[in-house]
């Protein structure tokens, strides 16, 4: 595709649902990152992939983070048991490789657990 | 680990030059990234700093030191449509090639 494309664009769930974000990242492109956005702040490295392996998981929050990538292409993230601090933005990137120096961010996922 | 730190908010009138900063603390060290964000937007990547000196992309030029583990991004004759929320970001060593570590941002507002 011509640029990263997150979905959906908005998630409101209750507390304790499960959630599942999607990525597709630009075709060709072998890295593929999560970031976390909070409101008003930086953003928070949760996870990468080179292909479909994750060399770094360090910085997801808790176990009820996993993510995946299938074809080294789409990603998912997945939050279980949603909880209030969970609330924020998700954004994922893609760059043709792990060592290109500046990525190509997706417009995110603004999800909100109430 | 890895902190970084710049100023929160920056004013400066159109056409002005206005400087952000950017100091670090990485236990190791790739490169120094400069990103843009409008409100609502996705971050988009502005320029990338890997040796020490002036890296000059139009009217944005980045600088790095690494003995002094400090950057800055440049904005020269500042329009209106600059106003947006500027980040950092440190990319970590051979171990941690992927990660990137994001400052907070730096919130410019251009006036007429």
């Known amino acids: 595709g011509a640029g990263v494309s997150q979905s959906p664009s908005n998630k409101v769930t209750e507390k304790g649902k499960d959630v599942e974000l999607r990525c597709d990242p630009i075709?060709?492109?072998?890295?593929l990152y999560w970031y976390r956005q909070r409101l008003g702040q930086g953003l928070e490295f949760l996870i990468y992939?080179?292909?479909?392996?994750?060399?770094?998981k360090s910085g997801l929050p808790s176990d009820r983070f996993s993510a995946e990538r299938t074809g080294e292409s789409v990603s998912t993230l997945t939050i279980q048991r949603t909880q209030q601090e969970d609330s924020a933005v998700y954004l994922c990137?893609?760059?043709?490789?792990?060592?290109?120096?500046?990525?190509?961010f997706g417009s995110g996922t603004r999800l909100t657990v109430v | 680990g890895q902190s970084l730190e710049q100023p929160s908010e920056v004013t400066a009138v159109e056409g002005a030059i206005v400087q952000i900063n950017c100091t670090y603390q990485?236990?190791?060290?790739?490169?120094l990234s400069w990103y843009q964000q409008h409100d609502g937007g996705a971050p988009t990547f502005l320029s990338y700093?890997?040796?020490?000196g002036l890296e000059e992309t139009g009217r944005f030029s980045s600088f790095l030191s690494r003995s002094d583990s400090y950057g800055y991004l440049l904005l020269q004759e500042l329009q209106m449509k600059d106003s947006a929320s500027y980040f950092c970001?440190?990319?970590?060593?051979?171990?941690?090639?992927?990660?990137?570590?994001f400052g907070d941002g730096t919130t410019l507002t251009v006036k007429p």
């Open positions: 075709s060709g492109h072998t890295a």
């Open positions: 992939f080179q292909g479909n392996s994750a060399p770094d």
């Open positions: 990137a893609s760059s043709l490789v792990v060592s290109e120096y500046g990525y190509t």
């Open positions: 990485t236990s190791g060290f790739y490169g």
């Open positions: 700093n890997a040796l020490d």
């Open positions: 970001a440190v990319r970590g060593g051979n171990t941690n090639a992927g990660k990137s570590t």
